[in-house]
Antibody, heavy 116, light 108 residues
Framework: QVQLVQSGAEVKKPGASVKVSCKASGYTFTGYYMHWVRQAPGQGLEWMGRINPNSGGTNYAQKFQGRVTMTRDTSISTAYMELSSLRSDDTAVYYC?????????WGQGTLVTVSS | EIVLTQSPGTLSLSPGERATLSCRASQSVSSNYLAWYQQKPGQAPRLLIYGASSRATGIPDRFSGSGSGTDFTLTISRLEPEDFAVYYCQQYGSSSYTFGQGTKLEIK
């Protein structure tokens, strides 16, 4: 069965960077885009971007251009999302997700807290 | 970037009633690449509808989607207790996806 398992919670100081991992299993990793979506406490869903694990090509939401980097390691079926220059309003749960078609799959979410 | 506006912000209904949720796009959504998600507290979102009107795998037929272009609707024909949650529309007609701000469906 398809599973997306994310890395654990992080606490970061303003100005730092965070890198969240998402390990995929149960399907061909290079066959599907991996998306990243975040949700601030009590707020809605925000699409951050996606990566094509086959080519490494990325599409980022305009809001995060220049601050987000999505990468992958096909040898271990893992996608990464790195967000830099963290601010307090980056505090959120970050999800990786395989979207598209008649079924989608989501990771369990990673809470990133930005606090001085 | 396509902006999605959902209405109402909150919808108060009773079990057994019909729910109608709206999603309006700032420009036409290509090929009706519009999806609806349900999210309950502490859980990841769950896909309900894709392609504006196709039910996702395992979704009960009381959920239906309609619309095209810039105006889309999610209808829940008869509300069950487990349907009270937050609902989001999402467009994926371009290489940049966006979500609406959500509609909270609460028990009256």
């Amino acid at each position: 069965q398809v599973q997306l398992v994310q890395s654990g919670a992080e606490v970061k100081k303003p100005g730092a960077s965070v890198k969240v991992s998402c390990k995929a299993s149960g399907y061909t990793f290079t066959g599907y885009y991996m998306h990243w979506v975040r949700q601030a406490p009590g707020q809605g869903l925000e699409w951050m971007g996606r990566i094509n694990p086959n080519s490494g090509g990325t599409n980022y939401a305009q809001k995060f251009q220049g601050r987000v980097t999505m990468t992958r390691d096909t040898s271990i079926s893992t996608a990464y999302m790195e967000l830099s220059s963290l601010r307090s309003d980056d505090t959120a749960v970050y999800y990786c997700a395989r979207l598209g078609g008649s079924r989608d799959y989501w990771g369990q979410g990673t809470l990133v807290t930005v606090s001085s | 970037e396509i902006v999605l506006t959902q209405s109402p912000g909150t919808l108060s209904l009773s079990p057994g009633e019909r729910a109608t949720l709206s999603c309006r796009a700032s420009q036409s959504v290509s090929s009706n690449y519009l999806a609806w998600y349900q999210q309950k507290p502490g859980q990841a979102p769950r896909l309900l509808i894709y392609g504006a009107s196709s039910r996702a795998t395992g979704i009960p037929d009381r959920f239906s989607g309609s619309g095209s272009g810039t105006d889309f609707t999610l209808t829940i024909s008869r509300l069950e207790p487990e349907d009270f949650a937050v609902y989001y529309c999402q467009q994926y007609g371009s290489s940049s996806y966006t979500f609406g701000q959500g509609t909270k469906l609460e028990i009256k």
